[in-house]
């Protein structure tokens, strides 16, 4: 690399900041640690969408699992029992069964990203969220009603579960 | 596009830059003469009940669910908005309204749910109206 290149600066700030999180959030022995650590990946993560000029999923990345994900995730580790063991919360004794799967799905990874050929297409630097918006009322009108009665479902579905979780916590 | 980001990225980095200088400076100037009621959780006098570490109320994961819901309803709705000026002019906007309205109402049904079922409520025990005490 003789010239300074801006984009692979960009591409390996993005890219460390995304892996070193997901180790944080990995190695935490502290759960609530783990969970703070994966606003570092998520935040990567949309970065490098906006990198790539995929501006909406970029954005709707930051609103939906760092603005909302990640905090029901944060609830949900203080709502986890024997949260004042702070020692007990994330032991790594999955060690030796964990490590295996992932040096193979590791390997499995590196070898999709070196045999697979990647059609390279001319970048659009193009904002994405208008054609989005007139996919939404054109050919994707009913997927886009649609979503409303999923999320609906996902709404009823979820407080159902959750209040029978919340009633046989007791705390009410 | 890209320069906009770059913009975006600066911006970001003089954010988070402003504050960690802040914060070093102070750190490397301050004088350290650290007593028992200085390094107590509230400096200001108010002695800790307990430690932090406990079972928080289950009141706030059901409203951070509720909350991701209608999260998501933005985010969906968000793109259609930004196309709204253009539809009205082309003399179409009566057409994204409504159909705008029909996404909105068919949540707005979930959001009714929530709130019949008491939900919402952050005490929930004063209130005998609820349709939770049906088995």
């Known amino acids: 690399m003789s010239a300074f290149n801006p984009g692979a600066f960009f591409f390996y700030l993005l890219a460390g900041v995304t892996v070193i999180s997901a180790a944080g959030v990995a190695l935490a022995r502290n759960i609530l640690y783990s969970a703070f650590a994966l606003l570092g990946t998520l935040a990567g993560v949309a ?8 501006d909406f999923l970029g954005v709707a990345q930051l609103l939906i699992y760092i603005g909302g994900i990640l905090v029901l995730i944060l609830f949900a580790v203080l709502l986890t029992n024997r949260i004042g063991e702070v020692r007990i919360s994330n032991v790594s004794s999955g060690l030796i069964v964990g490590a295996p799967p ?10 999709v990203a070196l045999r697979t050929p990647w059609p390279l297409t001319e970048a659009v630097p193009a904002p994405t ?14 997927p886009f009603e649609f979503v409303s009665l999923v999320l609906l479902m996902a ?8 209040r029978r979780a919340a009633k046989e916590k007791g705390v009410r | 596009m890209q320069f906009e980001l770059a913009s975006i990225f600066f911006f970001v980095v003089v954010g988070l830059s402003v504050p ?11 004088p ?10 509230y400096e200001c006098g108010e002695v800790a009940v307990q430690s932090a570490w406990f079972n928080f109320n289950p009141r706030f994961y059901i409203v951070a669910l509720v909350f991701l819901v ?27 309204f409504v159909e705008l ?3 909105v109402a068919i949540l707005a049904l979930g959001l009714a749910y929530v709130w019949r079922h008491g939900d919402l409520e952050w005490i929930k025990a004063t209130r005998r109206d609820t349709l939770d005490e049906a088995p």
Not at chain 1, 47 to 54: E, H, K, N, R
Not at chain 2, 70 to 96: C, I, K, N, S
């Open chain 2, 70 to 96: 209608f999260d998501v309803e933005v985010a969906f709705t968000y793109p259609v908005a930004v196309v709204f000026r253009r539809w009205v002019l082309r003399g179409q906007g009566g057409f994204a």
């Open chain 1, 129 to 142: 969220t208008a054609r989005l918006g007139e996919a939404f009322l054109q050919e994707l009108l009913l």
């Open chain 1, 47 to 54: 970065g490098l969408y906006l990198f790539l000029g995929a």
């Open chain 1, 155 to 162: 709404l009823v579905g979820a407080m159902v579960i959750a």
């Open chain 2, 101 to 103: 309205l029909l996404f």
């Open chain 1, 102 to 111: 992932a040096v193979a799905v590791m390997a499995l990874c590196v070898r």
């Open chain 2, 20 to 30: 960690l200088v802040m914060l070093g400076l102070g750190w490397l100037v301050r």
């Open chain 2, 32 to 41: 350290r003469v650290p007593n028992p009621q200085k390094l107590a959780v």
